[in-house]
């Protein structure tokens, strides 16, 4: 299967909305309306199938939001029933990490019932309550309120210094220190590109 990760376009929307909402329907995550996702377009991405013709068949997507200038969301991730289990979903979230990484989030977070899907992709789990309190803003919407069954999960973005690029330790990037303070350091950092607009 080529699996093809890019940004949303508007003509993705009603899919993308269908695909959310379904699950949603299913008390499996929060429903999305259109203009919502319109509002927030440069968040999301979405994972397609790409034919030999040039045609696309959305297989999945996954968002970005910002809680604060250092902590960015994974959300509203969700693949299409007929392509999971096969790495869609553990590749949009590479890439909203990626996506993070290029923002200069230090932290990226969800609230997730599928935490060893997480875990396998770097993240840990951590006390709900040591987040950002702006991660609950959108509970009140949600049917399970009062009985919320979702685990935290954390990745702590790491940049390695180059002594320890040959297997050193990775240092974790300081939250409370802006990525423009880090300026005559930054040169040192190696960079991996991940292109979002093309096959990874
Ligand atoms: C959660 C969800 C996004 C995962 O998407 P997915 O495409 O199935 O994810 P992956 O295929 O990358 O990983 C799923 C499992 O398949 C396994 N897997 C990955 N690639 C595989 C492959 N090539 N062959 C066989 N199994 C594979 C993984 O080990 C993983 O196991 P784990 O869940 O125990 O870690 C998807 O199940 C979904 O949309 N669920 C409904 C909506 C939902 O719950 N959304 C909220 C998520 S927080």
């Known amino acids: 299967m080529a699996v093809a990760i890019r940004q949303a376009q508007p003509e993705d929307i009603t899919e993308l909305v269908e695909l959310i909402n379904g699950f949603a329907a299913r008390n499996l995550m929060l429903p999305r309306t259109p203009e919502a996702v319109l509002k927030t377009l440069p968040d999301w991405l979405v994972a397609v199938e790409r034919d030999t013709g040039g045609g696309e068949t959305l297989l999945g997507c996954g968002a970005l939001v910002a809680l604060t200038p250092e902590l960015a969301e994974v959300r509203s991730l969700a693949v299409h029933e007929r392509g999971q289990g096969k790495g869609v979903g553990s590749i949009v979230v590479e890439h909203l990490v990626a996506l993070a990484k290029a923002r200069e989030f230090s932290q990226v977070c969800a609230l997730t019932l599928r935490e060893e899907f997480f875990q ?16 609950w803003q959108e509970c009140i919407y949600c049917p399970k309120f009062h009985r919320c069954d979702e685990v935290a999960v954390m990745k702590y973005l790491t940049v390695r210094r180059p002594e320890e690029s040959s297997g050193g330790k990775p240092v974790a990037a300081n939250p409370l220190l802006k990525w423009q303070a880090w300026q005559p350091l930054k040169l040192a950092y190696s960079y991996k590109p991940i292109h979002l607009d093309g096959e990874s």
Do not use: N, T
């Not at 396998?120 to 991660?135: A, Y």
């Open 120 to 135: 396998r992709l770097g993240f840990e789990i951590v006390d709900r309550w040591s987040i950002s309190p702006k991660v």
